[in-house]
């Protein structure tokens, strides 16, 4: 039944992020859902299913694009890792906390991807407004997310 | 601890692996699968996501106009109320139109001068007792003045003015227990007294016996009697009793010529008495 569960909501997090940027995107900008749900993932799951986790819905962004696939994926599966290395240093349940690593990970995240595109692709994906703008919206929507995530969890025993 | 972060490694390893090589490989069969696999599997969300956003992005539209539809439908419902009540309003006036146009054309036919009156209240405690109108003395109106009510095309006896203030008037009806006009019975001319019982029906006392009286017979206020007119049209006899052994008159029950509950105006007769008849009411002295 989790199963289900988690399969159901990893589906609706990319229809809703796949959404948010076709309806609701301000200037061509809108946080990135797929990356916040990531990090909140990575924040309250176990250590396999927080990486795995990252790669799904990375492989979902990547899907979305028609760049690299399995860029996004390798990018939040690390990222995924990373958190859970943190975590057991710092507390990330608490909402200054979360809008840090959201704000620090967006960016690192960003250039590890740059960097990946280069080396693979070469080509250079990241504007300059999404570099400026979208770690910011990210930082607005990770805790927003890690609450709906947290209640679920709560209620349902997911993650 | 150690476990777990041995399963961390574990599953790093594994999925950047995996990612490692969708990347390096992207043309191989093996890349070229996993993605068609995901976007195969993906795809449907978006797909339906696609289909019933459009509901999602006409929820604010859609409560914006439930909310613009819920104040124009309490500004309407209170334009209908608002109606409604114009509406009830102009029919009474013009019911009420119609009764004064007939009672004026009547009142022209009515060889007394007055002036109409507006019944204001009547009290159910007193319903065939009294009621209040809406002239007084400023409008000339005297104590004992006669009051004339239309029923149909004909004027009848209501009754007389008892209490006259500045503006308004008590009329004591013909029906009221307290109340009596003497009366001549039609075709022979005899005299009797018609008193109020305090209900709808009056009675008749003092009938002579030899007056061969009969239900139907109209009644009419007689020359003799001082408060009213003559020949005003007082009631018809509906039933005639019997004379008791013990008595030299008989009686009768009479309707009366105007029905006090479809009554809305009245007619009063200037009387313009002369000496205790006119006396002013204890009220206007006041």
């Known amino acids: 039944m989790t199963i289900i569960l988690e399969l ?9 992020y796949w959404w948010w940027t076709q309806n609701l995107a301000f200037f061509g900008l809108a946080p990135n859902l797929l990356f916040a749900a990531a990090l909140c993932s990575a924040i309250l799951a176990g250590p396999v299913k927080s990486v795995a986790w990252g790669f799904f819905l990375g492989l979902y962004a990547d899907m979305l694009g028609a760049n690299m696939f399995g860029g996004y994926a390798l990018t939040y599966s690390l990222m995924a890792y990373a958190v859970h290395t943190l975590k057991r240093h710092f507390d990330l349940a608490g909402l200054f906390s979360q809008l840090v690593a959201a704000l620090a ?29 979208e770690p ?24 | 601890m150690s476990r777990e972060k041995d399963a961390a490694n574990y599953a790093i390893v594994f999925f950047a692996a995996l990612s490692v090589l969708l990347l390096l490989f992207p043309a191989s069969k093996f890349a070229h699968t996993a993605r068609i696999a995901a976007s195969y599997s993906l795809y449907p969300s978006m797909h339906y996501g696609a289909r019933y956003g459009h ?3 006409n929820v604010p539209s859609n409560f914006v106009a439930l909310l613009e539809t ?17 509406l009830r309003n102009a029919s009474a006036l013009v019911s009420e139109n119609e009764r004064l146009t007939s009672a004026l054309r009547l009142s022209r036919a009515l060889p007394w001068a007055g002036s109409w009156a507006r019944i204001v209240n009547k009290t159910p405690a007193d319903w065939y007792g009294s009621f209040y109108i809406d002239k007084g003395s400023e409008e000339g109106i005297a104590v004992n003045d006669t009051v004339l009510g239309m029923q149909g095309d004909r004027a009848g006896l209501a009754g007389r003015v008892l209490e006259v203030y500045p503006k308004f008037s008590k009329v004591l009806l013909l029906t009221n227990g307290a109340a ?107």
Do not use: H
């Open chain 2, 70 to 86: 819920d104040q124009e439908n309490r500004a309407l419902k209170d334009k209908v109320r608002d109606l409604e009540v114009k």
């Open chain 1, 136 to 159: 910011f919206l990210n930082a607005l929507a990770v805790p927003v997310l890690f609450q709906v995530f947290y209640g679920l969890k709560r209620r349902t025993g997911i993650l």
């Open chain 1, 105 to 133: 990970l967006s960016w690192v995240c960003m250039f590890f991807y740059q960097g990946l595109s280069l080396a693979f692709s070469r080509i250079n994906p990241l504007g300059l407004k999404i570099f400026l703008v």
């Open chain 2, 180 to 286: 009596s006009a003497v009366c001549s019975i039609a075709p022979g001319g005899f005299e009797a007294l018609v008193e109020g019982k305090g209900t709808w029906l009056l009675k008749m006392n003092y009938v002579p016996e030899e007056a061969a009286l009969e239900s139907g017979a109209e009644l009419l206020t007689s020359p003799g009697g001082v408060l009213f007119p003559a020949g005003i049209f007082v009631g018809r006899v509906t039933k005639v009793y019997p004379r008791e052994s013990f008595m030299n008159f008989i009686t009768a029950d009479v309707s009366p010529a105007v029905d006090v509950n479809t009554l809305k105006e009245v007619f009063v007769v200037r009387r313009n008495l002369q000496g205790d008849l006119a006396g002013r009411g204890l009220a206007e002295k006041r």
């Open chain 2, 55 to 57: 509901f999602i992005r």
């Open chain 1, 8 to 16: 159901f909501i990893y589906l609706a997090s990319g229809a809703a």
